[in-house]
């Protein structure tokens, strides 16, 4: 066992790659992740982010590159970490076959909690995450919102110093979701580490630090203000008549990274360097003959962030870097 | 401690899940109980109407009134009349009849000769039943007050020289249906897991590999003897087979076939992607098990490379085990080899199960 370099980090990787035949799936990963945070992968389906995190757990063997994780060397000491760690697998992988309270009894048994210990444990996962009238339930039979309850109550009975979770609301209602966070925040206040992964932009929002992947790189981290903050494209917001045509003509702008629609107005990432934005905007639409509502700067959120990112990253590859 | 109370977890979750699957409950008494009942049915056929063709070169009074009181018993049906034997061999190859019955032109000195046989009856030993029809058919005829002076008959017994009865039977079919059903509720069993998506969450839980491949195997045990109980109560009751050995012997020599087809389930499980997989694979190990095991055919007669292949099977074992201990009584002593080889056996797949089996994904 080796130990942390430094002890507020939980989380250490250098160089992490993974490939699965000619696919990578994993590119040259560095990350840095501090204990009692939430630490959210952002990235879209394909982006590696199950896959780091199963490397993480010790369930994947890295290609090449170093992992530590709570001072343990992955995946030679992996074994010996699983005591420590909680991982919610993005499918529910508990028994749909049992109920509710036999699964319960099994995730206690299996991380070996003492007798005197278990049902005191199991009693106060049953009430913090409202499964008292569950108990005699099928797991296989439960909601979405109800199995993902189950699944974070019965990896959390041993109470891991880290917990993951892959994907956990992807299943949920936005009700559940928003009460899923608060338990999440309690859980960070008690001192557990936890990394999430997600594809919910508003999700990304309320982590204390993420990481935005794609096709298997970091395009960017930081917390979420400090990268909307740093964000290499500026934000103009623009109201039309019209919004179709005038999205298909400002993509067309060499300075117009991207164009969202959100209902009738448009979002639109322009140059970072363009002294003008508004200006060049309302000059773009003009000599087309569109007359623009409103045109404005505004600050830049987390998905312009993640567009941005993933854009520049393909530009570059475009260019044959 | 820490580890028994990691086995036992995975124990009592493989039992509850045991008794709500209704199919594999189901096949626990009913594979056993149906091919025994389906065996028995073969096995206590009353043969009438066999087709029978004659060759009578003696043509006296004498073979006349044996081929007739041969035709009363009603067991064969005289169909055909042949000119030589050579003619009844072609058609009992062609399947026109199952017995031959062949009269010399010297059959009447021939009966005054109690040391030489008068009449030779062919019968197509391909189908068991036949045979032994025909066995007691000959024996019927030398003892029919019929005639004073009975003409003893010689049987040669074609395509399949050993003879045999629910008495070899039975014994082996419990070897067939622990192999059948153990190894495969065994080789499904962790297979079932990753396509369910549990085996992603037993891997990241501090549960050994070994804790859980033995966890696996010991719900199944139980099951297993359950099933000897059951085939050797049908067998006393139904067919009256004889048991001659201690009842603590036949449950130990069970005890070891049953741990040795579940870990060679084990093995299988680890190999397999999905259920269907599996289950291929386990008829990989059901067929040669059935065939060259000395349950069809006797080992002795089979060719060298079948009798080594049969040797790596543990049913071969078995069934010199359980046909020593039930039906000649035989002690452990004496069959202690075949027990060590099933020994070495469990000790061979349990290491491979558990070396195969890596809590990793890839």
Known sequence: ?321 | MKSLQRIFAVVMKEVRQLRRDRLTFGMIIGIPTMQLLLFGFAINFDVRNLPAGVVDLSGSAASRGYVMQMANAQVIDIQHQAADARELEQLMRQGKISVGIFIPHDFERRLQQPERAAVQLLVDGSDTVVQAAATRLAAAARTSPYNDAPPPSEIRTYYNPERRSAVNTVPGLIGVILTMTMTMFTAVAIVRERERGNLELLITTPVRSSELMLAKILPYVLIGLVQVVLILLLGKWVFQVPFRGTLGNVFLVSLMFIVANLALGLVVSTIAQTQFQAMQMTFFILLPSILLSGFVFPFAGMPLVAQWIAEVLPMTHFMRLIRGVILRGASLQELSGELAILGVFIAVSMTLAVARFHKRLD
């Open chain 1, 1 to 321: 066992m080796t130990s942390s370099p430094q002890d507020d980090i939980a989380i250490r990787t250098r160089g992490l790659s993974k490939r699965f035949g000619a696919v990578r799936a994993v590119e040259n990963l560095d990350l840095d992740i501090t204990r009692s945070q939430i630490f959210g992968f952002l990235g879209p389906n394909g982006s590696g982010k199950s896959t780091t995190i199963r490397m993480l757990c010790g369930l994947l063997t890295p290609t090449s590159g170093d992992i530590d994780v709570l001072g343990h060397d992955i995946p030679r000491d992996a074994e010996a970490l699983k005591q420590k760690v909680g991982y919610m697998t993005q499918k529910f992988s508990l028994f749909d076959d049992m109920t509710v309270a036999e699964n319960l009894r099994f995730m206690a048994d299996i991380y070996t909690l003492p007798r005197r210990l278990r049902s005191g444990r199991i009693d106060e996962a049953v009430e913090r995450y409202r499964l008292e009238r569950l108990l005699g339930q099928f797991a296989g039979t439960l909601s979405g919102g109800q199995k993902q309850r189950l699944a974070l109550g019965a990896s959390m009975l041993h109470q891991p110093e880290l917990l993951f979770l892959d994907e956990p609301t992807s299943a949920v209602d936005p009700e559940n979701r928003r009460a899923f966070w608060e338990i999440l925040f309690d859980l960070v206040a008690e001192g557990t580490t936890i990394l999430v992964s997600t594809h919910y932009m508003d999700e990304a929002e309320r982590c204390h630090a993420i990481a935005i992947l794609d096709l298997g790189v970091l395009v960017a981290s930081g917390t979420p203000a400090q990268l909307a903050s740093d964000i290499h494209a500026r934000v103009v917001q623009v109201e039309a008549e019209s919004p179709r045509p005038v999205a298909k003509l400002l993509d067309r702008q060499p300075f117009v990274h991207s164009t969202a629609q959100i209902g009738s107005s448009l979002r639109v990432l322009v140059d970072h360097d363009l002294d003008d934005p508004v200006a060049a905007t309302r000059r773009a639409a003009g000599d087309a003959g569109f007359t623009l509502r409103g045109c404005e700067a505004v600050r830049a959120n987390l998905e312009d962030v993640f567009v941005s990112a993933t854009q520049e990253r393909k530009a570059k590859r475009d260019a044959g870097e």
